[in-house]
């Protein structure tokens, strides 16, 4: 201590250097403290680790397991799409009735599918698995069932069945796997 210091007041040189040291001080004090707490991974650490890793890892897989499932879906819906699309197109080539003057609602007497000759001539058509007009199969058509439903409507309300004919028939087509709906398309003919 110098003669021109008070003895109650630490020198200025002290007052620096202390905080550095507590400072030191704390991290050592820190340091030991995380190497007491955590002189590795404990075995309630690794079991909790380990189970959120599971837990991650199955939700991974089940979203691609989805994401799969949905590919497989619009891949199915797509044929089964194109396979309806295939049996409206076959339809609507076709006139609005037979031509004579007291046509059926429905084949007429002798008709097949090779022979329909008019709209309503495919009311309740169903085949599975789909074939084109000479038999053949559809590709992609393994396992689907393919429907057809005409019916008169009313002119006013599509969506309304008629008894009678005023004129417009709606035809509606589904196609269906294992008894699970996968596509149905809907069109109206007008007379
Ligand atoms: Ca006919």
Redesign the pocket.
Known sequence: MSATQHPGKRSPSRSRVAPQRRLGRWSLHCGAMRLRRHPGYTLVEVAISTLIVGVLLVAALNTTGYATRGQIDNKQRAQAKLIANAMLAEILELPY??RTTT??FG??TG?ARA????V??YMLFSDSPPVDKQGVALAGGEGLTRSVVVSYVEPDNLTATSNTDKGIKRIVVSVARGGTQLVSLTTVVVK
């Open positions: 009735q037979e046509p059926a084949p007429e008709e022979t329909y000759d008019d309503d001539d």
